[in-house]
């Protein structure tokens, strides 16, 4: 048993997606506690700039006509494919960065989606392996909120890893993190706390969907 993880937040310190997300692992780990991990952090070690443009320019150009950065920028996406299909369930942890998604999770997903084998097809490669999201945003975007919409993130996040990839995905959502941060939003300290308590519920929760466990 195997678990990818990929950490998109720029924190090392401080980071509610880390939390949320390692609550969720060692829950996964309870029934194995010398089950592999194989971390991706895209936060505090992002991608080459410019790999996806080389990656894509590389395509139909045979190896031996490849330029160098194209042949490294191909032999990098195969590397976070590999990852992704050597792994027996997923796990991704992702803030919500200026009502959208982390530039460095969007380099990830662009250069994994310029590999062979992640190609769009009738039968995606990952189809049906569990996978859990942790989503962190610092505001409130839900229902009746002043900024409902203003989350231009999840969606596409959703999109990618349920519909265009097929995962078996379960979600859980952290909202109001900036309160005791912010203290024009410490009227919500009650309900962030609530928020708090529920999304750790569900990421062990969660955790388990992760070893094929029913919830």
Do not use: C
């Amino acid at each position: 048993m195997s678990l990818f993880r990929l950490d998109a937040s720029i924190r090392a310190e401080g980071s509610v997606s880390r939390a949320i997300a390692d609550i969720a692992e060692t829950s996964w780990r309870a029934s194995d506690p010398s089950a592999e991990v194989v971390r991706r952090d895209v936060g505090l070690d992002p991608l080459p700039a410019t790999a996806w443009a080389a990656a894509v320019s590389a395509n139909g150009v045979a190896d031996a006509a490849r330029r160098p950065d194209q042949r490294l920028a191909t032999a990098l996406a195969s590397t976070l494919v590999d990852e992704l299909l050597d792994a027996d369930a997923l796990l991704f942890a992702v803030p919500l960065y200026n009502f959208g998604v982390p530039q460095h999770l969007k380099a990830w997903v662009d250069l994994v989606m310029t590999e062979p084998r992640m190609a769009n097809r009738a039968a995606p490669v990952l189809a049906g392996r569990p996978a859990v999201l942790i989503i962190v945003r610092g505001g409130a975007y839900g229902p009746g909120t002043p900024r409902e919409g203003w989350d231009y993130a999840s969606g596409w996040i959703r999109r990618i890893l349920e519909d265009v990839w097929g995962l078996d995905l379960r979600v859980v959502e952290r909202e109001f993190t900036l309160v005791g941060v912010n203290p024009a939003l410490d009227e919500f300290t009650d309900l962030a706390a609530q928020m708090h308590r529920d999304a750790e519920r569900l990421a062990a929760a969660h955790g388990r969907h992760l070893t094929g466990a029913s919830l």
